[in-house]
């Protein structure tokens, strides 16, 4: 079987590290909500997914949007998309045993709501993943995307270095697997057409 190939792009120094531990470190002090699906009100089973939602300032919110907003033409170009709009960043904090099951954010006739005109999906790592439990970083945690039709079973595992911006297709069917060790700091959104 050829290998498979799943859309990603990878931008590395999408922050820096002082920009990440500050980041971090607002994330750490600030409140916190269960994280909701696609933006609603509602709590999400914590089988599906259970992950922090962190509250932080309005103008870390701009700062990440304004970073984000200026890297949409790269990829409108990348993906082959028109690109209209960004959704509010998410800045998720994953502790030991948070997880989000395998699914998709949107673009997909399977989602019956206004997920629907999400095109490109970003995440942007915060802290580094490792094997053990070192301070600082988180073991588990992998963001996992799934291949498609012929290849279901396909999988690829995305690690990624602290600053570092990976973007997908918004209907790749994609997880993060339980934390084991330390806390996952991510910053996530969606593009939209």
């Known amino acids: 079987m050829a290998e498979t190939k799943i859309d ?40 599906v997914r259970n992950v922090l939602c962190a509250e932080v300032s309005q103008e ?3 700062l990440v949007a304004d ?24 800045f998720l904090h994953y502790r030991v045993g948070d997880h989000f099951v395998a699914h998709q954010d949107g673009n997909t006739p399977l989602i019956h709501d206004d997920t629907l005109a999400r095109k490109v999906s970003v995440v942007v790592f915060l802290n580094p993943q490792s094997d053990v439990d070192n301070e600082g970083s988180y073991a588990g945690g992998s963001l996992v995307l799934h291949g498609t039709y012929p290849d279901w079973g396909y999988r690829q595992d995305i690690t990624s270095p602290p ?4 973007a997908f297709r918004s209907e790749t069917t994609h997880e993060v697997q339980p934390v084991t060790a330390g806390e996952r700091f991510t910053i996530v959104s969606w593009f939209r057409e």
């Open 8 to 47: 990603v792009l990878r931008l590395d120094g999408f922050l820096d590290g002082a920009q990440c531990e500050l980041i971090v470190t607002e994330m750490r002090a600030a409140s916190t909500v269960a994280a909701s699906v696609s933006g609603g009100a509602k709590a999400v089973d914590p089988y």
């Open 60 to 62: 870390l919110v701009d």
């Open 67 to 90: 970073r984000l907003v200026a890297i949409a033409p790269q990829l409108a170009s990348h993906f082959g998309v028109h690109l209209n709009e960004i959704e509010d960043p998410q």
């Open 163 to 166: 600053g570092t911006l990976v």
